[in-house]
Protein backbone atom coordinates (compact mmCIF):
# COMPACT_ATOMS: atom_id res chain seq x y z
CA UNK A 1 0.00 0.00 0.00
CA UNK A 2 1.36 3.32 -0.53
CA UNK A 3 0.49 6.29 1.53
CA UNK A 4 1.16 10.38 -0.35
CA UNK A 5 0.85 12.62 2.24
CA UNK A 6 0.97 16.08 1.53
CA UNK A 7 1.92 19.55 3.64
CA UNK A 8 2.04 22.94 2.85
CA UNK A 9 -1.03 24.27 1.30
CA UNK A 10 -2.88 27.75 2.62
CA UNK A 11 -3.99 31.02 1.92
CA UNK A 12 -1.66 33.58 0.39
CA UNK A 13 -1.57 36.85 -1.23
CA UNK A 14 -1.35 36.94 -4.97
CA UNK A 15 2.51 37.43 -6.05
CA UNK A 16 3.08 35.44 -2.63
CA UNK A 17 5.29 32.21 -2.33
CA UNK A 18 4.25 28.82 -0.95
CA UNK A 19 6.01 25.46 -0.63
CA UNK A 20 4.36 22.15 -0.56
CA UNK A 21 5.91 18.76 0.06
CA UNK A 22 4.66 15.41 0.05
CA UNK A 23 6.24 12.26 2.27
CA UNK A 24 5.39 8.98 0.63
CA UNK A 25 5.21 6.06 2.89
CA UNK A 26 4.24 2.10 2.60
CA UNK A 27 5.10 0.21 0.33
CA UNK A 28 6.60 2.80 -2.28
CA UNK A 29 9.35 3.50 0.25
CA UNK A 30 11.09 0.67 -1.28
CA UNK A 31 10.81 1.94 -5.04
CA UNK A 32 10.36 5.99 -4.49
CA UNK A 33 13.64 6.46 -6.23
CA UNK A 34 12.80 4.48 -9.25
CA UNK A 35 9.64 6.37 -9.77
CA UNK A 36 8.13 9.58 -11.06
CA UNK A 37 6.37 11.94 -9.24
CA UNK A 38 4.14 14.86 -9.93
CA UNK A 39 1.62 17.31 -8.66
CA UNK A 40 -1.89 17.68 -10.29
CA UNK A 41 -4.52 20.54 -9.16
CA UNK A 42 -8.26 21.00 -9.19
CA UNK A 43 -10.32 23.40 -9.21
CA UNK A 44 -14.25 22.64 -8.51
CA UNK A 45 -16.08 22.13 -11.99
CA UNK A 46 -12.45 21.74 -13.88
CA UNK A 47 -10.47 18.81 -14.56
CA UNK A 48 -7.07 18.16 -12.78
CA UNK A 49 -4.45 19.35 -14.59
CA UNK A 50 -0.69 18.16 -14.15
CA UNK A 51 1.41 20.90 -12.57
CA UNK A 52 4.50 19.45 -13.04
CA UNK A 53 6.23 15.96 -12.92
CA UNK A 54 9.59 14.66 -11.87
CA UNK A 55 11.41 11.44 -13.41
CA UNK A 56 13.58 9.52 -10.69
CA UNK A 57 16.47 11.14 -11.98
CA UNK A 58 15.38 14.39 -11.92
CA UNK A 59 14.33 15.61 -15.48
CA UNK A 60 11.65 18.28 -14.93
CA UNK A 61 8.22 19.30 -17.09
CA UNK A 62 6.26 21.79 -16.12
CA UNK A 63 1.85 22.98 -17.48
CA UNK A 64 2.44 26.79 -19.40
CA UNK A 65 0.93 28.29 -16.88
CA UNK A 66 3.62 27.75 -14.15
CA UNK A 67 6.55 27.76 -16.14
CA UNK A 68 8.94 30.12 -14.81
CA UNK A 69 7.07 30.55 -11.40
CA UNK A 70 6.91 26.87 -9.95
CA UNK A 71 10.01 24.42 -9.13
CA UNK A 72 9.51 20.99 -8.43
CA UNK A 73 12.39 18.97 -6.93
CA UNK A 74 12.30 15.83 -4.84
CA UNK A 75 14.80 14.21 -2.16
CA UNK A 76 14.99 10.13 -3.26
CA UNK A 77 16.96 9.60 0.38
CA UNK A 78 13.67 10.91 2.52
CA UNK A 79 11.35 9.56 -0.13
CA UNK A 80 10.15 13.38 -0.54
CA UNK A 81 8.69 15.60 -3.61
CA UNK A 82 8.28 19.15 -3.15
CA UNK A 83 6.74 21.96 -5.12
CA UNK A 84 8.10 25.79 -4.97
CA UNK A 85 5.45 27.72 -5.95
CA UNK A 86 6.76 31.46 -6.69
CA UNK A 87 4.30 34.52 -8.09
CA UNK A 88 1.51 33.30 -7.12
CA UNK A 89 -1.67 33.65 -8.93
CA UNK A 90 -5.47 33.95 -8.02
CA UNK A 91 -5.75 31.01 -10.98
CA UNK A 92 -3.77 28.94 -9.16
CA UNK A 93 -5.75 28.74 -6.68
CA UNK A 94 -6.78 24.95 -6.25
CA UNK A 95 -6.57 21.51 -4.76
CA UNK A 96 -3.19 20.34 -5.36
CA UNK A 97 -2.47 16.34 -5.31
CA UNK A 98 0.57 14.79 -5.11
CA UNK A 99 0.85 11.51 -6.93
CA UNK A 100 3.50 8.38 -8.05
CA UNK A 101 3.47 6.68 -11.48
CA UNK A 102 6.19 5.86 -14.11
CA UNK A 103 6.01 8.69 -15.92
CA UNK A 104 6.38 12.46 -15.40
CA UNK A 105 4.41 12.89 -17.74
CA UNK A 106 1.56 11.47 -16.37
CA UNK A 107 2.22 10.23 -12.92
CA UNK A 108 -1.00 9.26 -12.14
CA UNK A 109 -0.82 5.68 -10.30
CA UNK A 110 -1.02 6.56 -6.76
CA UNK A 111 -2.87 9.79 -5.09
CA UNK A 112 -2.71 11.81 -2.23
CA UNK A 113 -5.36 13.55 -0.48
CA UNK A 114 -4.77 16.84 -1.41
CA UNK A 115 -4.08 19.62 -0.33
CA UNK A 116 -5.94 23.34 -0.43
CA UNK A 117 -3.77 26.43 -2.06
CA UNK A 118 -6.01 29.49 -1.88
CA UNK A 119 -4.41 32.90 -3.50
CA UNK A 120 -6.28 35.94 -2.98
CA UNK A 121 -6.13 38.81 -5.25
Known amino acids: QVQLVESGGGLVQAGGSLSLSCAASGSIGSIFSVNAMGWYRQVPGKQRELVAG???????NYADSVKGRFTISRDNAKNTVYLQMNGLKPEDTAVYYCTCGRSRWAPADYWGKGTLVTVSS
Open 54 to 60: ISPVGNT
